[in-house]
């Protein structure tokens, strides 16, 4: 244990070093802005400004990138407060209760939210990360198919409470996120599938990207406009030293739940390919499964803001552990860092520990100084992400009209991708019109691919004997809590009408 704390004392102080310093608050005040965006991110963020990176040393450049990623992950909640829209796929569920706050005039206690829950998240993550590195990369080696598939049928199962009651529409909508996944080509056989009568732009399937804006940035404007008929004038809010007090003194009310997420979505991002987007979905949909006001879920409650915020943070840094300690990226965003390192003439794996020590407890760090700055850069600059509410809606909905379609062109340079985010912002809009709950086909479609390559694999290597889900320990563990989740809402439902029914 001295060891450890000695290696991180080392490590705080090179990331205090002038040149180290610098490159933390310009990766995160750049990442901050990259995450807000819709269709950037930080995959996209790391990737553009990769390059830059080769004028300074190895260490500097991997604490500039690493605090680009802390501040784009921080970062992509912005945009699905003010605007409705995802900033990236990790910030997904956040527009579920982050967006009504906002259109209630609570803006300013949504995004302090956010940025309480995320240093919540990256602060856990990061006390985890020095303390277990080691035995959490041998635990998380254990996962094979099995286990994926296990995990990925848990992550569903969170989605059942998500819903609403309505719990047949609820898994209707997860099924039709899961034929959507299931565009383009067939994983083991390459044969084309559900591409609509011989598309070839469906070949390459539906990206994610293209869903969520089209759903949550055309889908929400064009039902705001029929509902207001374009006069609604977002509530302008006043931010002062006062308010931000009585901000952080609601950090209690949703204390258990950032915690929770922090644990939940560290220990996802350590899984090779899991990442943020998963980790943050199972927070969202435990939060409102347990909570004891589980119908405010969707209409402004700070909690089911507060819990995917602190899960897509703390997988940010969970999905660094397997790519240092392994070789093995966590998330996609891990893999563009694993390229650097390489070209740097770093290799991650085992012996990182042992031959760069400065070189990675520099990096530990620095997630410590990054996420404390971070949190500061959000606060300070909430008034100004707030002004845009100040707008009003006719105003606004161009500029979102005009965000939803510049970001999906930029991100897959296809006008195919643009004419097809359209067309599912009307979808999502119908659906919103028939009281179907879109978020469960939305996160279908992150997961499904997932869940389908884990389960052929696992059936594949067990010769078609589905039993092979319940012989490992992980696996079958997973299972159980899944059925759990799944018989929770029911067994609920079923005690209040018979407590209904007795008190009659």
Request: glycine fraction near 12%.
């Amino acid at each position: 244990m001295d060891s450890i704390l000695s290696l991180l004392g080392a490590g705080l102080l090179q990331s205090f070093e002038p040149l180290n310093l610098a490159m933390i608050f310009f990766g995160c005040f750049a990442g901050l802005f990259i995450g807000a965006m819709p269709g950037l991110g930080s995959v996209n963020g790391v990737a553009i400004l990769l390059p830059v990176t080769f004028l300074v040393p190895p260490t500097a450049a991997i604490i500039f990138l690493a605090a680009l990623y802390y501040g784009a992950m921080y970062g992509g909640a912005v945009s699905s407060i003010t605007l409705g829209i995802p900033g990236a796929s990790t910030a997904v569920a956040t527009v579920f209760d982050g967006r009504p706050m906002a259109q209630s005039g609570r803006a300013d206690q949504a995004l302090m939210a956010a940025a309480i829950a995320s240093f919540i998240g990256g602060t856990i993550s990061v006390i985890l990360f020095t303390g277990f590195a080691p035995p959490l990369a041998e635990f998380a080696l254990k996962f094979g198919p099995q286990e994926e598939f296990a995990l990925m049928l848990l992550a569903f199962a969170t989605f059942i409470g998500l819903g609403g009651d309505d719990i047949p529409k609820t898994i209707f909508s997860i099924m039709v996120g899961l034929v959507l996944a299931a565009v383009g080509f067939d994983i083991i056989s390459g044969q084309p599938r559900l591409i609509f009568g011989g598309l070839v732009e469906f070949q390459r399937g539906i990206p994610f990207l293209v869903l969520a804006i089209g759903i949550y940035g055309i889908g929400e404007m064009i039902w705001t406009l029929e509902h207001t008929k374009g006069k609604i004038q977002m509530h302008k809010v006043e931010v002062g030293f006062k308010k931000i007090i009585n901000n952080l003194a609601q950090v209690k009310k949703y204390l258990p739940v950032s915690t929770m997420g922090s644990v939940l979505g560290f220990f996802v991002g350590t899984l090779p390919a899991a990442g943020a987007t998963p980790a943050s979905l199972m927070s969202y949909g435990l939060a409102k499964s347990f909570s004891k006001d589980g119908d405010s879920f969707g209409k402004g409650n700070v909690a089911g803001v507060a819990a995917p915020e602190a899960a897509n943070n703390a997988a940010s840094t969970g999905s660094m552990l397997p790519m240092l300690t392994l070789g093995i990226p966590g998330s996609p965003t891990t893999a563009i860092l694993l390229g650097g390192m390489i070209i740097w003439g770093l290799r991650p794996g085992p012996l990182l520990f042992a031959e760069s020590p400065d070189f990675v407890w520099g990096l530990i760090g620095s997630m410590y100084v990054a996420n404390f700055m971070t949190v500061v850069l959000n606060i300070a600059l909430i008034p100004v992400f707030i002004r845009v509410l100040a707008m009003p809606f006719s105003v606004l909905a161009p500029i979102i009209f005009i965000l939803c379609v510049v970001g999906v062109f930029a991100t897959t340079d296809r006008m195919f991708d643009t004419y097809l985010m359209l067309g599912l912002g009307i979808a999502g809009y119908l659906l919103r019109k028939l009281n179907y709950p879109v978020a469960p086909a939305v996160l279908a479609i992150v997961l499904g691919p997932l869940t389908e390559r884990s389960m052929r694999q696992s059936l594949i290597s067990s010769q078609g004997d589905p039993m092979t889900f319940l012989e490992r320990p992980i696996s079958l563990i997973c299972i159980l809590i899944a059925i759990g989740l799944v018989s929770y809402p029911l067994v609920s439902k079923m005690l209040k009408k018979r407590k209904e029914v007795e008190t009659a």
